[in-house]
Nanobody, 125 residues
Framework: QVTLVESGGGLVEPGGSLRLSCAAS????????MGWFRQAPGKEREFVAA????????SYADSVKGRFTISRDNVKNTVSLQMNSLKPEDTAVYYC??????????????????WGQGTQVSVSS
């Protein structure tokens, strides 16, 4: 069992920045690839970014490429999402997820075994 707790969400103006963090506890963190997904009201959950177990591989959705950066700290058992140049369409609940099966990165929600409770990100003037 892995418990994931997100933090760092909030309200920000367009063009602003936020940094989301996800703290993991339970099993050995380095055994999991990690991902961030988001879900806006009335829409399906969508992939945002993922990072491999060792942190050497990252992947991003086209909509956030160049603006968001995923990173992880395997000593502190955390994964972060630095979000810059935020747009109103980035407004969503952001979820952290852990994947025990993938050695690289995955953009498929079904691959992920554990999920956090989510943190709200709102981009508005």
């Amino acid at each position: 069992q892995v418990t994931l707790v997100e933090s760092g969400g909030g309200l920000v103006e367009p063009g602003g920045s936020l940094r989301l963090s996800c703290a993991a506890s339970g099993r050995t963190f380095v055994n999991y690839a990690m991902g961030w997904f988001r879900q806006a009201p009335g829409k399906e959950r969508e992939f945002v970014a993922a990072i491999s177990r060792g942190g050497g591989r990252m992947s991003y959705a086209d909509s956030v490429k160049g603006r968001f950066t995923i990173s992880r700290d395997n000593v502190k058992n955390t994964v972060s999402l630095q979000m810059n140049s935020l747009k109103p369409e980035d407004t969503a609940v952001y979820y952290c997820a852990a994947d025990a099966r993938t050695w690289g990165t995955s953009d498929r929600a079904l691959e992920y075994d554990y999920w956090g409770q989510g943190t709200q990100v709102s981009v508005s003037s």
